[in-house]
């Protein structure tokens, strides 16, 4: 008789997506073109130079905050707190008269996407750079606020992505959501969908799942990601289980 080993097959793991933290600008909105063009007139009024290629390079991934301390330091320059709270409310109200006249540009498919994963029972956040006030209107001028939990915006964190504070706060609040979930969510259970490097390094610290969209970078540029697909519109709810299976 052959002795008892108590070996057994290990279970195949099976991955479990429940919640999705999305990135704003490059992921859902369109609009990084304007924040572009909005930090290099406020800095060409302090005869700093911001190049295209530059912002493209640097500065897409940061939030104002780092934006223009990273511009000052650039070029040796001293900036106070009190003139960067200016340079930040300045241009958040720039940002606001411009986009209410040019329209809430919200790339094809993501608002469809976004009500697909609510509707599948996916609970559903935003971890940005931008300014909570930028978010929310967008998300109402789209009809998508109602299917959004949680939002962690700049105005929420003291550090900007690469560091990983925002989806740590997205983590917690994503479990204090009501209805609160039966359990509680964990960073493997939750996908975030990010445009730049800095934002996938971010999630992944963290401790979540990444997929990276081509809006605003080649795959190349996409390095952390998990998964890189050209669009959102590529991405089908009942799919992204499979889509991350085996990673």
């Not at 986009?99 to 976004?114: L, M």
Request: hydrophobic share 45%.
């Amino acid at each position: 008789m052959s002795k008892q080993t108590g070996w057994r097959r290990p279970a195949r793991l099976v991955l479990v997506i429940r919640a999705i933290l999305f990135d704003f600008n490059g992921v859902l909105l369109d609009d990084e073109p304007l924040h572009m063009e909005l930090l290099q007139e406020l800095l060409a009024e302090a005869d700093i130079e911001l190049t295209e290629a530059d912002y493209w390079a640097t500065y897409v991934g940061f939030d104002d905050r780092e934006a223009f301390r990273r511009a000052y330091e650039a070029v040796n320059r001293e900036l106070s707190e009190v003139a960067l709270i200016q340079l930040i409310a300045r241009k958040a109200v720039l940002y606001q008269e411009r986009i209410e006249a040019r329209g809430f540009p919200f790339f094809p498919g993501a608002v469809d996407f976004i009500a697909a994963c609510a509707e599948s029972g996916l609970r559903l956040g935003v971890v940005s750079g931008a300014l909570r006030s930028e978010i929310v209107v967008a998300l109402e001028r789209s009809g998508a606020s109602r299917y959004f939990g949680p939002i962690v915006s700049a105005d929420d964190v003291s550090a900007s992505k690469p560091d990983p504070e925002g989806y740590v706060k997205g983590i917690q609040e994503l479990n204090q959501q009501k209805p609160l979930p039966e359990r509680l969510l964990h960073a493997h259970e939750i996908l975030a969908i990010e445009d730049t490097d800095a934002g996938l390094e971010a999630a992944r610290a963290a401790g979540l799942r990444t997929i990276g969209v081509e809006h605003t970078f080649g795959a190349d540029r996409l390095s952390a990601a998990e998964v890189v697909v050209p669009k959102i519109s590529d991405l089908e709810v009942g799919q992204l289980a499979e889509l991350l299976g085996g990673r």
